[in-house]
C-alpha cells in the first residue's frame, strides 16, 4: 500500500509514521514539503505520489491564534481536506482525516455522539467542521476520526507546559470546569494502524467508512489532570517548586482566552468500539506510558 502522511511532525503524525511503517511504503511529509495551505501544491504532490491510501492529522491548532488568523485555519483546516477529498476521489483512494471536540459547544449534558448537530463557539473550531464537511462532501471513502485533548511525546501539549510551570512555579492555577479525556497520540496512531490493517484485509468496498469519535476512556478536567501530571513527576523524583496541593481549581470564567472552549468535551466512542471491536483504554494509562517517557 501506498500511503501519504501529512502533517509528520505534529504529536500525531509523529506516531503515525511509527505505527505505520509495517503497513506499506509511507511518504511522511511536513509543511516545508508541501503547505496545505496552498491548495495547487497539495493537488501536485498527491498527484505525484498516487497513493492508496491518504492519512492527514495535518492542522492548524492554535486556537486562539485562530480568531486573527482565520483565513489560514480556514484554508489548512477546511479546504485542504476537500482538496485531498477531490485528488482522492479521482484516483480510487481512501482517506483518514482527524477532527476535534471543538466542532461541539459543549453545552449538551452528556458525551456528544456522531449524529450530535455540530457548533463550534470559534474560529477553530469552525474551521474543523467545514474540513470533516468538505472531505464527506468530495469522497465517499473518508473516515473521520474525531479526538480530544491529543497528548504525546513529541510536540508541545498541556502535559508538558505543566511540568514547565511546575519547576518555575510555587502555585498553579488551573480550570476545573472544563470536562474531557486526554487521549494519547500513540494511542491514536496505534488504533488508525488497526484500521488501516482491516482496510487492506476486507478491501474498500467492505469497509465501515464514515465518521466516529475515537478518545480514550475516561474522563477529567483540566484541574485534575494537572494533579496528575505533577503527581507522577513527584514520584518520579524530578525537582519540583510546587506539590499536587498547589494545584488550585478555577472557573473557566477566572481564565478568558481569546476563544472559547468547550465544557463538555467528552466524546461517545460506543460507534467505534462496536464497528471495530477495539477497546479503548482509560485516558490515565495512555497518559502514565507518556510521562514514563518524558520524565
Known amino acids: 500500500m501506498n500511503i501519504l502522511l501529512t502533517g509528520k511532525n505534529g504529536q500525531v503524525g509523529f506516531e503515525l509514521q511509527r505505527a505505520l511503517a509495517p503497513l506499506g511504503q509511507v511518504h511522511a511529509v511536513d509543511s516545508g514539503d ?9 493537488r501536485a504532490l498527491i498527484r505525484r505520489l498516487r497513493p492508496d491510501l491518504i492519512v492527514n492529522p495535518a492542522a492548524y491548532t492554535a486556537v486562539d491564534r485562530a480568531e486573527q488568523d482565520d483565513t489560514l485555519a480556514h484554508a489548512v483546516n477546511a479546504v485542504a481536506p476537500g482538496v485531498i477529498g477531490e ?23 452528556t458525551p456528544y455522539n456522531e449524529q450530535d448537530p455540530t457548533q463550534p463557539l470559534g474560529a ?9 464537511l468538505a472531505l464527506m462532501q468530495s469522497t465517499p ?8 485533548w491529543v497528548v504525546g511525546v513529541h510536540g508541545s501539549n498541556f502535559a508538558k507546559n505543566m ?22 497520540a500513540a494511542l491514536i496512531a496505534d488504533l488508525t494502524a ?7 484485509n476486507g478491501g474498500a468496498e467492505a469497509f465501515p467508512f464514515g465518521m466516529y469519535h475515537m478518545t480514550a476512556g475516561g474522563e477529567t478536567s483540566w484541574c485534575d489532570y494537572a494533579r496528575f501530571v505533577i503527581g507522577q513527576a513527584q514520584r518520579a523524583g524530578k525537582p519540583l517548586k510546587l506539590t499536587v496541593e498547589d ?13 472559547a472552549r468547550p465544557m463538555n468535551s467528552r466524546l461517545d466512542t460506543t460507534r467505534f468500539r462496536d464497528t ?6 482509560h485516558w490515565q494509562q495512555g497518559l502514565d506510558h507518556i510521562l514514563q517517557q518524558i520524565l
Open 34 to 42: 508541501c503547505d496545505l495551505a496552498d491548495a495547487q501544491a497539495l
Open 87 to 109: 485528488e482522492a476521489a479521482a484516483l480510487g483512494a481512501s482517506v483518514i482525516h482527524y477532527s476535534t471536540d471543538y466542532v461541539f459547544d459543549g453545552r449538551k449534558a
Open 124 to 132: 477553530y473550531g469552525r474551521s474543523k467542521r467545514d474540513g470533516e
Open 141 to 148: 471513502r473518508h473516515l473521520v476520526l474525531r479526538t480530544s
Open 163 to 184: 511540568l514547565r510551570l511546575a519547576t518555575e512555579r510555587t502555585e498553579l492555577k488551573v480550570v476545573n470546569d472544563q470536562i474531557g479525556a486526554p487521549t494519547s
Open 194 to 200: 488497526h484500521l488501516v490493517k482491516r482496510l487492506q
Open 247 to 259: 494545584i488550585h481549581a478555577i472557573p473557566t470564567a477566572a481564565y478568558p482566552t481569546a476563544s
Open 276 to 281: 471495530f471491536g477495539l477497546q479503548l483504554p
